[in-house]
C-alpha cells in the first residue's frame, strides 16, 4: 500500500467526533452524559414532514427526479422566500441537493478553482474550509471577534483579500457563535467583494432560528450572489439529507451539469416530503420550537456566565453559545476533556472552529431539553467550583 | 460577472440529457415516445423495503447516523459478501455513501490528487470520467472493443500506464456495453495494477444484473482495492441515493474523516429501509426481475440485429445495449436524433460514453417492459426501412 494521501492530510479531524466516541463508550458502560456538543435538534422531524414522507413512499416516488430538483419543491422555495421574506426568486434559480454540504461542493466545483483561495471567518464551520482545499483551493481564514460580531467586516475582507481570492463564505446566523448579520451588513459585505471582482456566498443553513429580529435574506441584496439553505436545522430534516442552493441564473446551466455528475439528484423521498415543510401546521411547530431554543438560549447563557464562562453578547440565532473560557486557567481542550472525563458533560472545543484562536473557547449547544440542560449546569458547576 | 468557470467547462455535458428533455416536451404535445434511453429499472423498490422505509419514517428515525453509515446496515452489507458471495469482508471496511457517486466521490478525494491520472475504459460511464477531472486529475481513457470484451486488458493498463497514474477504474458489469469480467480476468488486471503500485477501484453497481454465470465480486481477490457498489440498480432503490464503497481498512479513519466533511452521513430512512434489502421477500422479488430483465435482452439483441445493427456478443449483465450502428450511413448522433423526432423512440448516443469512438453505437437500455421494447422495435424498423 504505497500510494499517498496528501488530501486526506490536508482535512483537520473533528476533534468533537473523539468526544462523541468516548461519551457513546461510557455511556455504553452505564455512564449518563449530558450532551451539549451535538449540532443537531433534539426534536423529531415535524409530524407533517414525516406523514408526507410516508404518502410519497407508498406512491412509489422512489425514481431519480431531475438534477436541479424537483419542479414543485423548487416552486415551494420559491413560494417561501416571497411569501416570508417579501422577495421574488425564480424557481429557475433554486437547485435542490443532497445537504448544504452538497450545494456548497456545487459552488466550489464551479468556482473555487485549484490554487484559488476563498476568504471565510475564524472562528466558522470546519468544513467549510475543508471543502475548500478538497477542491484544491485555499482557505484564508480572517480572524474576527466579539468585537466585530464574530462576522467578517468590509475592512477585513479588504486586507485579507489576494489576487487570487475568488469567493468570501458568510455564514448567518454563524455556526459556532450564533452571531447574525442584518441586511445592512450583508449590503456592505457584498459591496466590496463585487468592488473587488469576486462572489459571494452566504450560508443561511440557521436562517429561521432567529431571537429577536425577524430573519432575513441575502437574496434581498441582489441576483449576483449565492445562497446556501438546507431543510436539517429549522426545519428538522437532519437525516434526510437534503438542503438547496440559489444561484445566479446565469450559472444554472452549469450547475445541472455538476450536479449530473457530482450526486445526480436529491434523495427523492426526501423532496416530496419537504413539500410539507411550508405547511402552516408545520410553520406552527417549527415557531414553537423556535420559542424553546429561545428559552434555552436565555437559560444556558446567563447559567454558564454565572459560572464564569464570558459571552458578552446575546447570540441572535442558531442553537450554540460560544463561550470564552479563558478565566479558568487551562485551554479549551483540557477542559473539553474533564468536563467530559469528570462531569459527565459533552461539550466541543474551540479548536474544531478556530484555527487562529483554538484554546479560547468552547462551543455549547442547546439541542438538549432545559431540564438537561440544568443538570450540564449543575455538573459543570461542581467541576469548576470543587 | 466576471468569475471564470474552468472546471464546468471539462466537464463534457450528458447529450442524453437533451434527447430526455426533447422526449419530454414532445410527450407533452401528446406524443407517444417508447424510452430505451433511461439507466434506471422500470419495476418499483421491493415493496418490503418500501415497508421498512415507512416504519422507519414511523418510528423517527431521522436524525444523523455515523458518517460511516448504519452499523447495522454496515453488518448487513458484510453478511450479504459472505452468504451470496462466500467471502469474509468485516463490517469495519463498509461505509455507506449517498449512491455510488458517493462512493467514487470518496476514493477520488482521497487518491486522486492534483495532476495525477486515473485509467478507464473508453466507452465507459462518463460520470467516472467527470468525476476525475473534477478531482483536478487527469482520466486516461483506454479505448477498449468487442475484441477484448469491451474492458480493460492487462497490456492496455501497461502500455497507457504513467508515472502519475494511481488509479483504475474497472467497471464490471459495464454501462454502456453490459459486459462481464470473469474473477480470472480481474485477478489479473489487479495483479499489473499491483506491480505498476496504482491502486484498482471496481465498480460493482450492477452486480446481482448477470445472465448465465453468477455473479462475483472483486473483493475474493484481497483486501487491497476499492470496491463500489449501489442499493440503486439491482436492488430497485435509485431515487433513495444510496451506496457504499468497501475499502482497504487502514484507509477507513481517512474516508471517515473524508465523509464527514463531504456529505456528514447518507440518507436515515434509505439506510434503514436497505435493511430490508437482503430479506427472503426481496431476494426471490429480485430474482423474478432479473429474469425478466434476460428476457428482454434475448428480445432485443435478436430484434435489433435483425434491424442491422450489430452486438456480435451477448452481454452478461447489466441492462443496456450497446450496439453498432455504422451500417446505416450516419453517425450515432444523426440516428439517434431522427429515432426521437421520427420514430418517437430515446436512445443514448455513443458520444455520451465513447471519446474514441463517439459516433458508432448506440446504447439501448431495457429498461421498458417488453411490449414496449416491442413496439420500439416496430418503430425503428418502419425509421430504417422507409
Chains 1, 2 share one sequence.
Not at 3 to 22: K, N, Q, S, W, Y
Amino acid at each position: 500500500m504505497t500510494v499517498t494521501t496528501v488530501r486526506a492530510g490536508m482535512v483537520a479531524p473533528f476533534h468533537v467526533m473523539r468526544i462523541l466516541a468516548d461519551a457513546r463508550r461510557m455511556e455504553a458502560q452505564g455512564i449518563d452524559i449530558v450532551h451539549m456538543e451535538v449540532g443537531e435538534p433534539d426534536f423529531p422531524t415535524p409530524a407533517a414532514i414525516i406523514r408526507a414522507g410516508i404518502e410519497a413512499l407508498e406512491k412509489g416516488n422512489t425514481h431519480y427526479t431531475p438534477a436541479l430538483g424537483l419542479p414543485a419543491l423548487r416552486e415551494a422555495i420559491a413560494a417561501y422566500y416571497l411569501q416570508r421574506f417579501d422577495v421574488g426568486i425564480s424557481p429557475g434559480r433554486i437547485v435542490i441537493t443532497p445537504g448544504a454540504s452538497g450545494a456548497l461542493q456545487l459552488v466550489l466545483a464551479l468556482l473555487a478553482e485549484q490554487n484559488s483561495s476563498v476568504l471565510m471567518a475564524d472562528p466558522g464551520y470546519p468544513c467549510n474550509r475543508n471543502l475548500v482545499r478538497l477542491s484544491d483551493a485555499v482557505p484564508i481564514q480572517v480572524p474576527v471577534s466579539r468585537d466585530d460580531n464574530f462576522q467578517l467586516t468590509p475592512a477585513a475582507i479588504v486586507s485579507a483579500w489576494r489576487d487570487d481570492t475568488r469567493l468570501v463564505i458568510v455564514t448567518t446566523p454563524s455556526n459556532p457563535t450564533g452571531s447574525v448579520l442584518t441586511l445592512k451588513a450583508l449590503g456592505a459585505l457584498r459591496q466590496v467583494v463585487c468592488d473587488e471582482g469576486g462572489m459571494m456566498v452566504v450560508d443561511e443553513i440557521y436562517q429561521g432560528l432567529n431571537y429577536g429580529e425577524a430573519p432575513t435574506t441575502a437574496l434581498k441584496l441582489g441576483n449576483d450572489l449565492f445562497v446556501i439553505n438546507s431543510f436539517s436545522k429549522y426545519f428538522g430534516m437532519t437525516g434526510w439529507r437534503l438542503g438547496w442552493l440559489v444561484a445566479p441564473e446565469a450559472m444554472i446551466p452549469a450547475l445541472d451539469k455538476l450536479a449530473q455528475n457530482l450526486f445526480l439528484a436529491a434523495s427523492t423521498p426526501a423532496q416530496h416530503a419537504a413539500l410539507a415543510a411550508f405547511e402552516p401546521e408545520t410553520e406552527a411547530e417549527l415557531e414553537r420550537r423556535r420559542c424553546e431554543f429561545e428559552r434555552r438560549r436565555d437559560y444556558l447563557a446567563d447559567a454558564l456566565e454565572g459560572l464564569g464562562f464570558r459571552l458578552g453578547y446575546r447570540p441572535a440565532g442558531a442553537f450554540y453559545l460560544y463561550m470564552d473560557c479563558s478565566a479558568f486557567g487551562m485551554d479549551s481542550d483540557t477542559l473539553a476533556r474533564r468536563l467530559l472525563d469528570e462531569a459527565h458533560v459533552a461539550v466541543t472545543p474551540g479548536r474544531d472552529f478556530s484555527e487562529h484562536a483554538p484554546d479560547k473557547y468552547i462551543r455549547f449547544a442547546y439541542t438538549a431539553d432545559i431540564d438537561r440542560l440544568k443538570e450540564g449546569v449543575r455538573r459543570i458547576k461542581g467541576l469548576l467550583t470543587a
